[in-house]
């Protein structure tokens, strides 16, 4: 028997289980198209400005949603793309690095630990009273 369930598929990292449009591309907003939309809402509020209404109440309703679309807009194209992998320096070891049993050595005083001054062993939280 056939299944009708949905087959769920990945284009650019966004699922069709999220997105339907997401095989056609229309998944994302451009920077370029949020830029150019925020500009062309804003100024239409302001060109709002200029119409058969007496008060200035909404007049400044409409300055207002322009500041905050404007505002808006800058956020949005100007925040940083965030592309840059942050990488940990643990995983860039060299091949066949073993990396050393910290807590015994310091408890057993071995290693790096063996050389300390009686100030650095302080400095540590470590016993400083005895030398060696």
Known sequence: ?????????IYN??????????AWGWSALSRRAVAISGVCGGLF?????FGNHKGNVENYWLIA??????LGTAIVTFQP??????????????????????TAEQIKMTGVY????KEQRIALNMDGTSEG
């Open 65 to 70: 949603l322009a500041v905050i679309v404007f």
């Open 81 to 102: 793309k965030l592309t840059q992998r942050q990488t940990v320096t643990s995983h860039n070891k060299p091949l066949g690095h073993v990396e050393p049993e910290w």
């Open 13 to 22: 990292n966004v699922s069709t289980e999220d997105v339907p449009s997401a």
């Open 114 to 117: 063996a050389n300390l001054s």
């Open 45 to 49: 509020l302001l060109m709002m400005l």
């Open 1 to 9: 028997m056939a299944s009708h369930a949905k087959k769920v598929e």
